[in-house]
């Protein structure tokens, strides 16, 4: 009997014998191997595990980028598993939304087009996109830099733009992988206490790290090893904010 | 395991509270939000663009050019058939032979005004004749003089060639049986002679005979060997024959050549043959004697040169289709490196909610507005090609407004068929396996 089964209400996310194999030259390799985990609405999930531990297809699966082998996968209560790629694209434009290591914004377009990107694939209006792109950039910090490129934003400030990019058509969940990767210390923290601020806010979290120092501010950690999960476990989290002006004070970042 | 969860707040999320709300429905790409991005992607990449783009320049420029040159080529044709006479068949005397000698043509007299009134009278398709004889004389006016060629014919000359008259008049039946002296001149010999006032009633000398002048013919301009049809006097048949190049011929009926036109709607294959009939027949031809006349439609001829003109537009316009297809093949080739090197730009629209079909659009839209663009430069430039040929080489040209529209719509289609493989591998891709590309 699984916990999950008694909370009210559709669950988020919620796999049965999630399982991915990949063929390797003559046989096949479990990337994902039979993963049975509950996700209510509002969580803030961090998923941990060494490279290779599967905690990526993990990721790939749930943000519907990839279809599983076997198992199934409830999404707000829809069945996902089997839907045709372009069921998925849907999906992923209605329901989810995608944070990198590597920012992926489009280099030619500004901020402001960056993240009405996922608009167009929804047909809203242009007029609609820019007030809604500016509102959200506004509400990530970056009301003052619509229409710089990605190449005139440091890191931290790109990694925003992807953010807001995620967040602009709403989503129920918050995908990110490895979203601190490519930033320093300081950079880092902020925005992990921009996640705390959006999870508080009720945006949904799922997080993919390798490094513990970001997954103790999530609520739950998920382990993953050999393409299973080996642990699911809650915690207090810490708080980003507080680290972040613990921080002893730092060259102000280049804009 | 019973994790301690956040208590969800309810969506929509506070940063996009008070927005307005997103549609309900699944809208997709729309076209001008398509163009707008491949105009810019196309745009992030300039000379790549344009060098792509030239294969179809130059292809759209080709045929443009070669099509209005080909028209001009055509028209010009036209014109020559028109201005020689609509339904104009024409007989000289051919070769005769004596023993095993053939004597070249008109050696012999073996053509006659008579043939031409026999042709007439009894071919019922033939509704105009007239008898020719032509010689190259002075003409003198006041004291002006030209050299030019006197034409002794039948009335129905006019009818037969038909000529305009655009001052005074044409000679009547009635002169040429009386063998008056009248005369009515080309354009060009009003002109050489008459500089100043018009011709009609005055008087000139052909050879030292007193001409009146009655009338003016229109202009003709040159015909398809690049004479002046213009440098002409026409005279009344007998009279030529009488008082001008009598020469101790005078009561020869001989003549250079007789034309003949065919009524309207008649089959000219038809006619020509039983005009070939009855000169055999009054030539008194044994059935394998060769004809001792030539009979020619003139729009035949015409029309051969049209065929082999038609021939070099068909020969440029598969230098033209060659250069399409290279330029397609361009296309393709520069639509296949902008996929790899957009693979994780490909990957994240996928990410946020590209449909396959959204990517595949978004490329083939591209491919099409790069030949679309190369397209557009080829009509310009192939109007102005056109336009320079004729002005240089003093070729007719003729824009073919229809080619243009053509050589657009096969570049567009261009872009389409080269760029449809190129677009499909990218809709084809895998989100993740694109994501992760570097």
């Known amino acids: ?255 | 395991m019973s994790p301690p969860l956040r208590e969800a707040g309810t969506r929509p999320l506070a940063p996009a509270a008070g927005l307005p709300p997103l549609p309900a429905g699944r809208g997709g790409m729309d076209l001008a939000e398509a163009l707008a991005s491949a105009l810019s992607a196309l745009a992030a990449n300039t000379l790549r663009a344009v060098l792509t783009a030239l294969g179809i320049f130059i292809g759209v420029a080709a045929v443009i050019a070669t099509v209005a040159v080909g028209a001009g080529a055509r028209q010009q044709v036209m014109q020559q058939i028109e201005s020689l006479g609509a339904n104009l068949l024409v007989i000289w005397p051919g070769t005769v032979r004596q023993g095993a000698v053939r004597l070249g043509a008109g050696a012999r007299p073996s053509l006659t005004w008579d043939d031409a009134q026999g042709v007439v009278e009894e071919v019922p398709s033939i509704v105009a004749a007239s008898a020719n004889i032509r010689q190259g004389l002075q003409v003198i006016a006041g004291n002006q003089n030209w050299a030019t060629t006197i034409q002794g014919a039948d009335p129905d000359v006019f009818v037969v060639h038909d000529w305009v008259i655009e001052e005074g008049r044409p000679f009547t039946a009635e002169e040429a049986r009386a063998g008056r002296k009248v005369a009515v001149l080309g354009a060009t010999v009003a002109e050489m002679l008459f500089p100043y006032e018009n011709p009609v009633g005055a008087r000139i000398r052909i050879a030292a005979t007193p001409f009146e002048v009655i009338g003016v013919l229109g202009r003709k301009g040159q015909n398809a060997q690049g004479m002046d049809q213009d440098d002409v006097v026409m005279i009344p048949f007998w009279t030529a024959r009488r008082s001008v190049m009598g020469a101790g011929r005078v009561w020869s009926r001989s003549v250079n050549f007789v034309s003949l036109k065919v009524a309207e709607g008649e089959d000219m294959r038809a006619a020509e043959e039983e005009v070939r009939a009855l000169i055999r027949q009054r030539h008194r031809l044994a059935p394998n004697e060769p004809d001792d006349f030539n009979l020619r439609n003139m729009s035949d001829v015409a029309a051969t040169r049209d065929a082999s003109s038609r021939t070099l537009s068909m020969l440029l316009a598969s230098v033209a289709a060659v250069s399409l297809l290279v330029g397609g093949i361009g296309v393709m080739n520069i639509m296949l490196v902008s996929v790899t090197e957009r693979t994780r730009e490909i990957g994240l629209r996928l990410a946020v909610g590209a449909r396959r079909r959204d990517i595949l659009a978004q490329f083939l839209i591209e491919a099409v507005v790069l030949a679309l663009l190369g397209g557009a430069a080829g009509v310009v430039a192939g109007i102005g090609l056109s336009h320079l040929l004729g002005a240089a080489a003093g070729w007719p040209v003729l824009i073919q407004w229809d080619a243009v529209a053509l050589a657009v719509a096969v570049s567009a289609l261009t872009g389409l068929f080269f760029g449809f493989w190129p677009a499909r591998r990218a809709a084809r891709l895998d989100p993740i396996a694109a994501l992760r590309h570097d």
């Open chain 1, 1 to 255: 009997m699984r916990d999950a089964d008694a909370a009210p209400g559709p669950l988020l996310v919620e796999t049965e014998g999630l399982t991915k194999h990949y063929a390797a030259g003559e046989g096949t390799v479990a990337a994902l191997a039979g993963v049975d985990v509950a996700i209510p609405p509002g969580a803030f999930v961090a998923a941990m595990g060494p490279s290779g531990s599967g905690k990526s297809t993990f990721l790939n699966l749930i943000g519907c980028l990839d279809r599983p082998t076997g198992g199934s996968y409830r999404l707000m209560g829809e069945e996902v598993a089997r839907l045709s790629p372009d069921r998925l694209a849907e999906i992923r434009s209605r329901r989810l939304g995608f944070v990198f290591q590597s920012f992926n914004l489009l280099p030619r377009a500004d901020a402001l087009a960056n993240v009405e990107l996922p608009m167009i694939y929804r047909g809203v209006r242009r007029r609609q996109r820019r007030e809604r792109a500016a509102a959200m950039l506004a509400a990530v910090g970056l009301g003052e830099r619509l229409h710089h490129r990605p190449n005139q934003l440091s890191g931290g400030q790109q990694q925003r733009v992807a953010i807001a990019r995620a967040l602009v058509n709403g989503p129920d969940l918050l995908l990110a992988d490895e979203p601190t990767g490519a930033l320093d210390t300081r950079t880092g923290l902020e925005i992990m206490a921009l996640f705390q601020a959006l999870n508080r806010s009720g945006v949904a979290i799922l997080m993919v790290t390798h490094d513990a120092e970001v997954a103790r501010f999530a609520a739950r950690v998920l382990r993953f090893r050999d393409g299973r999960l080996v642990g699911d476990r809650a915690q207090v989290p810490a708080d980003a904010a507080a680290a972040l002006a613990a921080l002893p004070a730092a060259p102000a970042e280049a804009a």
